[in-house]
């Protein structure tokens, strides 16, 4: 090669790199001025937990909207403590009174999420064990949605909730001052709330399921029952991947496994699908309903989520596995 050609090269190489180069300061810039003028921040890690931990944690005991400070002439103290899982926010929808101050405190309970909301700056990335914290001040009265912009598996595209921000006095914010339903359940876990917490975004409430999406649980979770009394909090607590059939229909999907979620609510939640929907008169009648002591008992197998596939098939049941 000539000597011109390869001064050439190196002059291209050179224009190439100090372009890159420009581009990098330019982001930089770009950033700057966005936290600088647009009101953005970065998300503060507030502390840290572990997802097994979660449900004992003050903070995330009842998550939801909290007035924590309220002095005539200095704007409301709000927070608002959401947990995103597979594949919802919990709670799904938070009412905040405009012009209140509001601290968020984020976390997930599974895998990598996210908690973006339109027209607002709030987009902050989940991270298992970890919590996010915000503050941000709703001027606007309206519906706000919340979605996850981190691919987090096969419900992606169905974590949504809302935020409804209304005028201070509306008589929708007295939820917000009230304590917590969930919390009013003396003692024993809801199991119809912890459904519908966690379940019910893919199973739905009606336990229809979506066809070729997720499973029905109206007749399916009773003849489970009856196929095997040890599989059901297995599946919970482990989770369930690989192609099976129900009621002639394949699917193919991935059932996170609940083990963060404590025995009491895992035996509510399995006693309540079993009772919902006409399943009670599907049961065998020596039927008893699950206890804590017994979701405990399964916690030391430590099963995978294709081991309970396995064990599926091993199962007496008229639809089977189709792989
Ligand atoms: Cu959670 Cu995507």
């Not at 291209?12 to 100090?18: A, H, K, P, Q």
């Not at 502390?47 to 909290?66: C, D």
């Not at 339903?181 to 119809?192: H, K, R």
């Amino acid at each position: 090669m000539q000597h011109e050609e390869h001064e050439a090269i190196a002059r291209w190489e050179r224009r190439w790199l100090n372009a890159a180069g420009l581009l990098l300061v330019l982001f930089v810039i770009l950033v700057a001025y966005t936290l600088a003028t647009e009101g953005g921040h970065i998300a503060q890690r507030s502390a840290r937990t572990t997802p097994e931990a979660l449900t004992s944690l003050e903070l995330f005991e009842n998550p939801g909207v909290e007035v924590t400070s309220f002095r005539a002439g200095e704007p409301l103290q709000v927070t608002a403590t959401v947990i995103a899982q597979a594949w919802n926010f919990v709670p799904a929808e938070l009412v905040i009174p405009a012009g209140a101050e509001v601290t968020f405190y984020l976390t997930s309970r599974d895998v990598l999420h996210a908690f973006q909301v339109e027209n607002t700056t709030i987009n902050a990335e989940l991270i298992p064990g970890e919590i996010a914290t915000l503050h941000y001040t709703f001027d606007e009265p309206g519906v706000y949605r919340t979605t996850c912009n981190e691919y987090c598996g096969f419900g992606h595209h169905n974590m949504m909730g809302t935020i409804r921000v209304l005028r201070p006095g509306d008589p929708g914010l007295q939820s917000v001052t009230a304590p917590a339903a969930g919390a009013a359940a003396a003692g024993g876990a809801d199991g119809e709330g912890v459904y519908a917490a966690n379940c019910a975004s893919c199973h739905q409430s009606t336990g229809q399921g979506v066809p070729g999406a997720f499973p029905p649980l109206v007749t399916h979770a009773a003849e489970l029952y009856a196929a095997g009394r040890d599989y059901l909090p297995k599946l919970l607590l482990y989770g369930l991947e690989g192609e099976i059939s129900v009621e002639g229909s394949a699917y193919n999907g991935q059932m996170p496994a609940w083990g963060s979620l404590s025995d009491e609510e895992l035996a509510a939640t399995l006693n309540y699908v079993l009772s919902a929907w006409g399943n009670d008169a599907r049961l065998p009648p020596d039927f008893t309903p699950y206890t804590p002591e017994e979701i405990a008992g399964h916690r030391a197998e430590t099963l995978s989520a294709g081991g309970v596939h396995t064990l599926r098939g091993t199962l007496p049941l008229t639809d089977q596995n189709t792989d």
